[in-house]
């Protein structure tokens, strides 16, 4: 038998090469059913509805408001401007304004609910503040924010609209929250107002959190967050603050619709100090949609006067408004006329889902199998080398 296996080892140096490019071909191949064998989303077949263009008009809105820094009446009008939109959806549509102070400055969040009736919450959050300072250019002017604060609300004004429409058929209730002085902190170039911090609003909600709802009756399923959604160029990151199989399933769905390059499977990877953070730490599980805006040649007008209307796409508009709405439909359309089985994603994302690694783990686990392999077949042609010759 031993001599049967050594004899099977002799092979031809062609025989290597044929051998080593099987094997490459193999572990190419692996990538590929070990990234996407492990996927359980499959998006529901469900039309989409919303609509990249009023988003576009709601930017265009705010800044014509102007600056909504913190304490101003144009942040004040901006507070109201939110509650007219949802008002015309609704006239009876249920809000809250939670108003607080930061260094004696009246500020306030806005909260706006729907299917109050529903036990599971799901918030969606983005800030409204524009930066007081432009910073990044060691300017004293104000940042317009059009990416950076209004597209994330716009988002959210549009999403409140589609989904009105089908409440009856969402098994949950959805919180669309606009939170204020989220932008205001220190960058490299200073503060955008002096000693504020970020995400002072969305802490100061999540400290005040029980006075928003039944904590005996309700509970939160999870939070996602739209930070700087609507900038040319959109990609976003792998966040690692979020809750990874929270994050990682909306990616998924976004690569379903065909968002591939706006949901990369190998994204940028950063932790980024937002207003999801306070909810993680209320162990709310939390997905921040956001890019890279510290290195990222595709958008680089982060805390500039260049945050304007002129950089802003409706695309990219678009990508993020349907991937949220196919999420909310994913996990909570409640259509008995539907006879496809039930979704099935990594809901409850209380335990972080690391696809990439499991993957990575397997395919180690190949590459070693490889190397012994070929480890074996060059120990092998080594002892042969040395053999002595037998002659009769």
């Not at 609509?51 to 008009?57: I, R, S, T």
Request: proline share 3%; aromatic share 14%.
């Amino acid at each position: 038998m031993c001599t049967v296996f050594i004899r099977c080892l002799f092979i031809k140096r062609s025989h290597i090469i044929l051998l080593s490019f099987t094997l490459i071909s193999g572990f190419l191949i692996s990538i590929g059913l070990v990234l996407f064998s492990t996927n359980k989303i499959q998006n529901i077949d469900v039309n989409l509805e919303f609509d990249e263009k009023n988003a576009y008009d709601s930017i265009e809105d705010q800044l014509d408001i102007g600056y909504r820094i913190p304490g101003t009446k144009e942040s004040n009008e901006t507070v109201n401007y939110f509650i007219s939109k949802f008002k015309k959806i609704d006239i009876n549509f249920s809000f809250f304004i939670h108003n607080f102070e930061v260094h004696s400055t009246r500020v306030q969040n806005v909260l706006f609910k729907l299917n109050e009736n529903e036990k599971k919450i799901v918030i969606l959050g983005a800030h409204y503040d524009s930066r007081a300072k432009a910073t990044k250019e060691d300017s004293d002017d104000p940042v317009p924010g059009a990416n950076d604060g209004a597209s994330g609300t716009a988002v959210l004004i549009e999403l409140a609209k589609v989904l009105y429409k089908q409440r009856n058929k969402l098994d949950v209730q959805i919180w669309f929250v606009f939170f204020d002085a989220e932008d205001q902190g220190k960058d490299e170039g200073g503060y955008g107002m002096d000693d504020w911090d970020w995400c002072e609003g969305s802490e100061e909600f999540v400290d005040n959190l029980d006075n928003f709802y039944d904590s005996e009756n309700e509970e939160f399923d999870c939070m996602i967050l739209l930070d700087m959604v609507g900038g040319e160029g959109l990609q976003f990151i792998k966040e690692q603050y979020s809750s990874s199989s929270l994050l990682d399933e909306i990616f998924e769905i976004g690569r379903q619709l065909g968002y591939i390059q706006e949901f990369p499977i190998f994204p940028t990877s950063s932790t980024v100090q937002d207003d999801h953070v306070s909810f993680i730490e209320e162990d709310i599980p939390s997905a921040d949609l956001i890019i890279n805006f510290w290195s990222n040649p595709n958008w680089p007008h982060h805390h500039t006067k260049d945050d304007d209307i002129s950089h802003i796409s409706k695309k990219s508009l678009e990508i993020t408004g349907k991937t949220v709405e196919q999420f909310i439909y994913n996990n909570y359309l409640d259509d008995s006329n539907d006879s496809n089985e039930k979704y099935i994603g990594y809901y409850p994302w209380e335990e972080d889902v690391f696809i990439i690694y499991y993957a990575f783990m397997i395919l180690s686990g190949v590459l070693i199998m490889i190397g012994v392999i070929i480890a074996l077949i060059i120990n092998h042609f080594i002892i042969k080398k040395k053999e002595p010759s037998i002659k009769d």
